[in-house]
């Protein structure tokens, strides 16, 4: 099925955002981590599973009238760090926005071990999670050193 | 200016060479030397949870090499009871100390201290993460019985899922070629992350539940407490701490090099027959606390210990 396909799986958008290349399966951690999935009023489409030549199956996410902002794309790279996004205008891309994870991700969200110091959101240095591994994606904490439960790190975010 | 805060703080060399300056400073440790290498520093004991050994063998330390130490106290009774955060605990000790030794229940706290500090943190515990201090005192011990770190054989027993100095230790001793034999029961088994890091850094592990079964290949046996407070009831426990006893008819056919350590307090893993054993080390092994920490409190403050010390070359 090509790629024209999957796009017109859903309507196109006249403003907005499109996270393409998504994993398969993790859209729902992807809305999380944006926070799209809750309070959110705008329009979201979200298609799964769909067939794709570079990662065999992949998932999309369109969000309208909304353009992530930098702040979001670093939260995105914890969960599809090879993910696309276009931002839409007029129904043309007017940018892409390419995602980076550097190698440290410094608060955007907060160490996953229950135990750990940064626990106590009273203590005021930054959250510091290190990129150990890039694929597969394995996060660790500056301070205690614990890899990151990817699945919690949606909960945590700061 | 870095403190300890785990082992990969150190390379090979510096482990070594802080040996050999331990290894200098016995008279000094013992007392039968005085030599005030660290006159005039302070040292800031802040320790969070309870602690005797680590606690004690630091300000000895710092004492036997004409320093001093203030304490943070008990817990109960200072700021942290009514709420202060670590950091500003710490950069309120950052102010009056010198170098900080630290115990802490959470993990990660020792890091936390040392980027919020400007004067070296040594880790002494934090939470189940890391206890350099402990694992420097370890290998010395080791050292000092086999005249080596390298290429022997370890077993690392008891409670090795909570046991931040089987924690630290696994991991120095992978660094020098040790093969490692990890003996616990199945709920207290080496977490599955550090397995993952010590392999990748080359080590030689095997995991199983039965300790005797290869005690008499050892070179070193490091035996852990295992708490009954882990278990959901208490006949598990007595079933499981059972099989992690050692009694000195559980010795008859081991080397006779073979050394029994524990960083103590020991409850009944180790009989007090095994005491009055050629292998028993683990009285040595806290006395050792003291030099090793002497060791590491000049390495830290900058204070070469002299090449010869009371005459000794």
């Not at chain 1, 760090?81 to 205008?89: K, T, Y």
């Amino acid at each position: 099925m090509s790629q024209e396909h999957n796009m017109r799986r859903v309507t196109a958008i006249r403003n907005g955002t499109v996270i393409d290349h998504i994993p398969a399966g993790q859209s729902m951690r992807v809305l999380e981590m944006l926070g799209i999935n809750k309070g959110t009023s705008v329009p979201v489409s979200l298609v799964m599973n769909v067939p794709s030549k570079k990662m065999g199956t992949k998932d999309i996410i369109k969000v309208e009238d909304r353009e992530l902002n930098q702040n979001e794309l670093n939260r995105l790279a914890l969960v599809a760090p090879d993910a696309h996004v276009a931002i839409i205008r007029a129904y043309s891309v007017a940018e892409k926005l390419t995602i980076e994870l550097g190698d440290e991700i410094v608060n955007v969200v907060q160490c996953t071990f229950s135990n750990c110091i940064t626990s106590n959101l009273r203590e005021p240095l930054a959250h510091r999670l290190k990129v150990f591994s890039r694929s597969p994606l394995e996060l660790r904490c500056h301070y205690c050193g614990r890899p990151q439960d990817l699945d919690e790190l949606a909960n945590n975010v700061l | 200016m870095p403190g300890l805060i785990t082992m990969d703080d150190l390379s090979n060399e510096e482990i070594l060479s802080i040996l050999d300056d331990a290894e200098r400073l016995l008279p000094v440790a013992k007392g039968d030397h005085y030599l005030p290498l660290l006159q005039g520093k302070i040292l800031g004991n802040l320790f969070f949870e309870p602690s005797t050994r680590t606690r004690m063998s630091f300000e000895t330390a710092m004492k036997r090499l004409g320093g001093d130490v203030v304490n943070l106290g008990d817990v109960k009774t200072s700021s942290v009871v009514k709420g202060e955060t670590l950091f500003d605990t710490i950069q309120m000790v950052d102010g009056y100390t010198d170098i900080i030794a630290m115990r802490h229940p959470r993990q990660g706290a020792a890091q936390y201290a040392q980027d919020a500090a400007r004067v070296p943190i040594l880790n002494g515990g934090d939470g189940a993460g890391h206890h350099p201090t402990q694992t420097m005192l370890d290998l010395f011990t080791i050292r000092q019985a086999h005249g080596r770190l390298d290429g022997l054989k370890v077993i690392l027993a008891g409670d090795l899922r909570y046991g931040r100095t089987v924690h630290s230790l696994s991991h120095a001793l992978t660094r020098f070629g040790c093969e490692l034999i990890f003996a616990s029961p199945e709920l207290l088994k080496m977490p599955r992350d550090i397995v993952t890091d010590l392999n990748a850094h080359g080590a030689n592990i095997t995991e199983t539940e039965d300790l005797l079964s290869t005690i008499d290949t050892a070179d070193v046996v490091y035996m852990t407490r295992i708490q009954k407070e882990r278990f959901a009831d208490e006949d598990e426990y007595t079933k499981v701490a059972g099989a992690y006893k050692l009694h000195a008819s559980n010795l008859d056919g081991c080397k006779e090099s073979m050394i029994i350590m524990h960083p103590l307090p020991r409850v009944d893993e180790i009989h007090p027959s095994v005491d009055a054993t050629r292998h028993a080390r683990y009285f040595e092994q806290a006395f050792n606390g003291v030099v090793a920490r002497m060791s590491l409190l000049c390495r830290l403050l900058n204070v070469e210990v002299p090449a010869s010390i009371g005459g000794e070359a």
